[in-house]
């Protein structure tokens, strides 16, 4: 009995102290499920392996002393620089590690960066060229998807990290809802181009396609501007006015009613002291 007890109150308290997540606080608590999806996408999933070969299998055996040891995938420490959200890097990142240029030396910090290229990609659903930073891996994966556009649309937010590629993205999914205006002019092609990317429209309803690409203090920013559109005060001054025009429309419409009365009571009057006029019929 006591131990249960003790089990009882110490689940509670693991309950009551339990580490709360950045959803859980302030503003935060009010950010609707469709950007929680998005940073889920986002931030928690883990990526795909860009710099290191997975291994499937959870064991392997060591060739020289023959002892099974457990495999563990434990990812390269990765460097985000903030020149990554100006480009499309496909993935890569600059790596932090260490070299031992020689023997007798010890190892020394360093850092890996990717090759960078500046080239051009076209956009079919945008109807535009674009200029942006790429690596060698991003030119691939595009050739791969067969096209800029399904490259972004297949690719989920943890691979592309990139903010200007969510961005893309964003903008994308717009064009594709709003059934490529921008392609207004060709008719033919717009419904061809339409045919073959809204499959990529099931996958996401509009609230998450406008909660989508926005970085944290964005999503912030935009809930805090709801909010002070909600509970927007009105200046008294705009409700004395309502009320003033109000009621002089109402003593205007009574004054009217009165008016007309008087004629009504002023013209059976005359008519009864008009000796040609007619009689009324008993």
Same mark, same amino acid.
């Given at each position: 009995?006591?131990?249960?007890?003790?089990?009882?109150?110490?689940?509670? @308290?693991?309950?009551?102290?339990?580490?709360?997540?950045?959803?859980?606080?302030?503003?935060?608590?009010?950010?609707?499920?469709?950007?929680?999806?998005? *940073?889920?996408?986002?931030?928690?999933?883990?990526?795909?392996?860009?710099?290191?070969?997975?291994?499937?299998?959870?064991?392997?055996?060591?060739?020289?002393?023959?002892?099974?040891?457990?495999?563990?995938?434990?990812?390269?420490?990765?460097?985000?620089?903030?020149?990554?959200?100006?480009?499309?890097?496909?993935?890569?990142? %600059?790596?932090?590690?260490?070299?031992?240029?020689?023997?007798?030396?010890?190892?020394?910090?360093?850092?890996?960066?990717?090759? @960078?290229?500046?080239?051009?990609?076209?956009?079919?659903?945008?109807?535009? =060229?674009?200029?942006?930073?790429?690596?060698?891996?991003?030119?691939?994966?595009?050739?791969?998807?067969?096209?800029?556009? =399904?490259? @972004?649309?297949?690719?989920?937010?943890?691979? @592309?990290?990139?903010?200007?590629?969510?961005?893309?993205?964003?903008?994308?999914?717009?064009?594709?809802?709003?059934?490529?205006?921008?392609?207004?002019?060709?008719?033919?092609?717009?419904?061809?181009?339409?045919?073959?990317?809204?499959?990529?429209?099931?996958?996401?309803?509009?609230?998450?396609?406008? *909660?989508?690409?926005?970085? *944290?203090?964005?999503?912030? +920013?935009?809930?805090?501007?709801?909010?002070?559109?909600?509970?927007?005060?009105?200046?008294?001054?705009?409700?004395?006015?309502?009320?003033? %025009?109000?009621?002089?429309?109402? +003593?205007?419409?009574?004054?009217?009613?009165?008016?007309?009365?008087?004629?009504?009571?002023?013209? +059976? *009057?005359?008519?009864?002291?008009?000796?040609?006029?007619?009689?009324?019929?008993?």
């Amino acid at each position: 009995m006591a131990s249960s007890r003790i089990q009882a109150t110490v689940r509670q @308290l693991s309950n009551t102290f339990k580490k709360k997540s950045r959803f859980d606080i302030g503003i935060a608590s009010e950010l609707p499920p469709a950007y929680k999806k998005f *940073w889920r996408e986002w931030k928690v999933l883990k990526p795909a392996a860009v710099h290191f070969i997975p291994q499937e299998s959870k064991w392997k055996r060591d060739e020289l002393t023959g002892e099974t040891l457990p495999v563990q995938n434990v990812p390269l420490p990765l460097k985000h620089p903030v020149e990554l959200h100006e480009g499309i890097w496909g993935g890569e990142a %600059v790596i932090k590690g260490f070299q031992k240029r020689s023997e007798q030396r010890r190892r020394v910090p360093h850092y890996w960066v990717p090759v @960078l290229k500046r080239t051009v990609v076209r956009s079919e659903v945008l109807n535009t =060229h674009l200029s942006v930073t790429v690596t060698d891996r991003t030119i691939n994966l595009i050739n791969d998807h067969y096209g800029f556009d =399904h490259y @972004l649309l297949k690719t989920p937010a943890c691979d @592309l990290v990139s903010m200007l590629a969510l961005k893309l993205k964003k903008q994308i999914l717009i064009e594709l809802m709003n059934g490529c205006p921008r392609h207004a002019n060709n008719p033919q092609k717009q419904k061809e181009i339409y045919e073959e990317y809204k499959t990529y429209l099931s996958s996401y309803t509009p609230e998450e396609i406008e *909660w989508y690409g926005l970085t *944290w203090y964005e999503a912030l +920013s935009k809930v805090a501007k709801q909010k002070e559109a909600q509970n927007k005060p009105v200046p008294l001054k705009n409700i004395y006015r309502k009320k003033l %025009v109000e009621k002089l429309k109402a +003593s205007e419409t009574e004054n009217k009613n009165d008016a007309t009365e008087e004629i009504s009571t002023t013209t +059976s *009057w005359l008519s009864k002291m008009n000796p040609f006029g007619k009689k009324d019929e008993a």
